[in-house]
């Protein structure tokens, strides 16, 4: 999965990706997990995750024949929940450990009281930047990915891009039925 994630990114050939592909791994991109008890709260999940949602937008680019460029279905698809790696040398995640001594079976992970909170998406957007340059498409994309759902999402209805449209049913699809079934739930 790391391997094919990397090589997806260096296909983009920005300049900069190297040393993004490398603050990905130092800073636990392909270890940390997805969410803190919802989908792929497991170590791995976030690269996971990120795989699933930029195959399936690949999939819709492909079925639709959209003038959408692979590298931005790339970028948008690896890169949309880059926040959630954590910033600053700090994870956005730390296991949920109970007074026993043990990690919660339904809530794996609790969100870093260390890492100042700033939302997942301006998060990875900041994170990306600081590497690469993203297009406004790419930016607006990841900014708006969790659709309605978050604060941000009043300020986007009416304002959808092809692109940020693909990158949020993408996103909700492999959040709500590809990484359940992986995990083995329905």
């Known amino acids: ?58 999939n819709i680019n492909k079925s ?17 929940d880059l926040g959630k790696m954590g910033d600053y040398g700090k994870p956005n995640y730390n296991e949920n450990i109970l007074k026993s001594g043990g990690i919660s079976a339904s809530k794996p992970y609790v969100t870093n009281p260390a890492l100042l909170y700033v939302p997942h998406e301006v ?33 986007y209805k009416g304002k959808e891009t092809p692109l940020s449209l693909m990158m949020h049913f993408a996103d909700m699809w492999c959040s709500r039925v590809v990484d359940s079934e992986e995990e083995g739930h329905e």
Not at 136 to 153: D, K, P, R
């Open 123 to 155: 998060r990875s957007i900041a994170i990306a930047q600081r590497h690469i340059a993203l297009t406004e498409e790419e930016e607006f994309a990841i900014l708006y990915h969790n659709g309605l759902y978050t604060a941000l999402g009043n300020s």
């Open 64 to 80: 639709l024949d959209t003038k959408i460029p692979r590298d931005s279905i790339i970028i948008c698809g690896i890169l949309h």
């Open 1 to 58: 999965m790391k391997e094919r994630i990397i090589s997806l990114l260096r296909e983009t050939l920005r300049l900069g990706i190297e040393d993004l592909i490398t603050v990905m791994e130092v800073g636990g991109f392909f270890t940390a997990p997805c969410s803190g008890q919802y989908h792929l709260a497991r170590q791995g999940g976030l690269a996971e995750h990120s795989l699933n949602v930029y195959e399936a937008m690949n």
